[in-house]
Structures are given as C-alpha cells and as structure tokens.
C-alpha cells in the first residue's frame, strides 16, 4: 500500500501549535475515540480529517500506524493538502486514504472535515445495486442527500479526484459503491451526525431486508421528514457530538493528552 514516507517530497517546518490547533486536536482525537467506542474502526485503516484554522490550507490526520483507540491530541499529523507532514513526524501518512480526502478538502469549501469507514453494513449497502433504499427512519432524513461514487480500484490515483468530487457534488453523505460510507460537514459534529444517520440507515436496512419484503415510505413524506431531520441541525449536531464525548472522557481521557 502506497505511503507517504517521512523525508520524501517534503520540507519539515519548526510549528508553533496555536490554540485553534490544540482545539482542533483534541476534538479530531476525542472523534477517533468515538469510532471505537461504536465499532467503527478497521484495524489500523481509514481516517477522519479536519482542516486546521487559519490561512493556510493544513490538515490533522491519524498517523499509519495507531489504532483509533490509541490516537491522542498530540499523536495526530499536521499535512498538507497533498498528503505531506509539514512537521517532523516518525509515522507516515497513507496515500490511499488521504487522496479521498484531499479532493474534497480541496473542492468543496465547507468541507473542513472528512470522514471515511470500512463498517460491515455500511460496505454491504455499497455493495447492493440499488444502494440505500429509502424505507426507513434513518434513510429517510437523507432522501435525496446521499451521492454515489463507483469503484476504481485502491484510491491512489490522482485522476480520480476529479470523478470523486463530481459524483459528491453538494450532497454530504456518501456511498463509494462496492467500498464503503463517507461524509464531510463544516465540522466535526455535522459531519459525524450525518455519517451516524447513514451508518444507522444502513443497520437497519441490512437486518430488515433478512426479514422480509421492505415496508414503502409514502413519498409525500420525505420533504418534512428530511426538513425536520438531526443531521440538518447544527446544534442537535453539537449536542449529539458532546455527548458521546463525555462517554469517552468517563472511559479513557487520554486522548486529551
């Protein structure tokens, strides 16, 4: 699998960490503890971004190398938007993870944080022809907010970026088809609450599709249900978000570290 190596293509800088930084920090690393706690990890694959404030267009990912339940503030990588550390680091950074990144964090403006897992229902909803079917509670507050992108194989070309950005468009949750759930928001509590809305909605049609013929939703129910839905919410967002927080700081704060 490609990886950036450290001492590659890059020039390491000497960066003070600002407080918007540390902030960014310890709530990217509180998100990774959140993924464990829910069992959305894959070893020592896949990767939440956050984009860093300031001017300059750098990003927190997870270091190659960590579990999600090992991740702290301090072990996160400051990079560039081409996958590079902009600080002296003993973790490479995985290509194949950061180019689905990238191209979002690049093209999509609001886009400050991306989020991508490897779930089991998640990946066998991607892998199902008709994708997420629109016949439960979950489904329903994404009816038409879900993109779709066709597989290409290990994201580790650069001319994919482009076909990735035009199949997302606007739309926040995402299906890579045959591969896996992806969302992206203007923080990190939007975007979790609309990759935990998609996540659930796949749960839940995976064990109801075992059971029997799916149920239809009355189509002149999806405007109000999509308008009076949680992931549109920012501050439902925000609560939602802290809450699971306060759950990892009663098991385990040291990702504050």
């Known amino acids: ?27 990217l ?62 973790f490479p950074v995985n290509r194949a993870g950061f180019v689905i990144h990238s191209a979002i964090h690049a093209s999509v403006p ?23 079917s629109p016949t439960n509670f979950y489904a329903a507050q994404l009816h038409g907010g879900v993109a779709y992108h066709d597989f290409e194989g290990i994201t580790v070309e650069e001319g994919e970026k482009t076909r990735l950005v035009a199949s997302i468009g606007s739309k926040r949750a995402v299906i890579l088809r045959n591969h896996g759930l992806l969302a992206w928001g203007p923080s990190v509590p939007e ?30 129910v999806f405007a109000q249900t999509v308008r009076e839905s949680g992931p549109g919410e920012k501050r439902t967002c925000e609560d939602v978000f802290a809450a699971m927080q306060r759950i990892v700081d009663a098991k385990d704060p040291s990702y504050r570290d």
């Open 1 to 27: 699998m490609t990886i950036y190596h450290q001492g590659t293509a890059w020039a390491a800088r000497k960066l003070s960490i600002s407080k918007a930084e540390l902030g960014a920090r310890v709530k």
């Open 29 to 90: 690393a509180a998100c990774y503890r959140i993924f464990n706690h829910l069992g959305w990890v894959e070893m020592i694959f896949n990767h939440i971004t956050l984009r860093v404030p300031g001017p300059e267009k750098f990003f927190l990912i997870n270091p190659f190398g960590l579990h999600y339940s090992e991740i702290t503030a301090s072990s996160l990588l400051l990079i560039d938007i081409e996958g590079n550390p902009v600080r002296e680091t003993k």
């Open 110 to 132: 609001d886009a400050r944080c991306v989020m991508h897992t490897h779930t089991t229902t998640g990946m066998a909803v991607a892998c199902q022809k008709d994708g997420l």
């Open 191 to 220: 975007a979790f609450m609309t990759l935990w809305t998609l996540q659930r909605a796949c749960d839940v049609q995976i064990a109801a599709s075992s059971a029997g013929a799916l149920n239809p939703i009355r189509s002149e």
